[in-house]
């Protein structure tokens, strides 16, 4: 079983919908949490940085953890077709190391 | 500022043989990280290197190496190639700190090796 688990979709919605992506995690050992997007023939770009349970919100985008149930989510309200992309969530144990989700391919119909 | 280069972006080999790979870091970044990335594994830390020395290694066998120069380019290299080693190579690069409280990374557009 991996560490982090996330479904790698396809996920399709219609435009202006709001979009949920979500992972979950075993160790509870991790403390920051992060979620990047990557746009095909490019590297990962960080999008959101969170440290403790409850919402981080940055424009369109919100972040949400929840250490108890060990599952993070990312909400991307009014999706717009610029917003596909795969969108990998990852995590810092305690070894210092980045751990990544698969990443989920989102998909925005105009 | 220009972002993180890699070169080559596309690479193919047939087993056996060995392949290094560059990354030049954003001007100021003394961290360089290097992820293997494939549709199966998803993204997977090779190892990280600050100021020439390596800080911090990934699960992967010494097949896989690196190193960082002085003015903080870093290469890596894999010998006696696998078909299981294609995939996308990507690099990062930081100020400083790295992954250590999550100090933004900066990733470049990989490059991508088939092995045959």
């Known amino acids: 079983q991996k560490e982090v688990e996330q479904d790698p979709g396809p996920l399709s919605v219609p435009e202006g919908a709001i979009v949920s992506l979500n992972c979950t995690y075993s160790n509870s050992a991790f403390q920051y949490f992060m979620w990047y997007r990557q746009y095909s023939r490019k590297g990962p770009e960080l999008l959101m940085y969170?440290?403790s349970s409850g919402n981080k919100e940055d424009g369109r985008f919100t972040a949400q953890v929840d250490k108890s149930s060990k599952y993070i989510s990312l909400f991307i309200r009014d999706s717009q077709p610029s917003d596909s992309a795969t969108y990998l969530c990852a995590m810092i144990d305690s070894n210092y190391q980045l751990i990544w989700g698969a990443g989920t391919k989102l998909i925005i119909k105009p | 500022k220009a972002g993180v280069t890699q070169t080559p972006r596309y690479l193919i080999k047939t087993r056996g043989q060995q392949v290094t790979l560059s990354c030049s870091p954003i001007?100021?970044?003394?961290?360089v990280s290097w992820y293997q990335q494939t549709p199966g594994q998803g993204l997977q830390f090779l190892f990280e290197?600050?100021?020439?020395?390596?800080?911090n290694k990934g699960n992967f066998p010494g097949r896989f190496s690196g190193r960082q120069f002085s003015n903080s380019r870093s290469e890596m290299n894999v010998s006696t190639l696998e078909l299981g080693d294609s995939a996308l190579y990507l690099c990062?690069?930081?100020?400083?700190?790295?992954?250590?409280?999550?100090?933004?990374?900066?990733f470049g557009p990989g490059t991508r090796l088939l092995v045959l």
């Open positions: 290197y600050f100021s020439e020395t390596q800080r």
């Open positions: 990062a690069s930081s100020l400083g700190a790295g992954t250590i409280g999550g100090e933004t990374q900066y």
């Open positions: 969170t440290y």
């Open positions: 001007s100021g970044h003394r961290s």
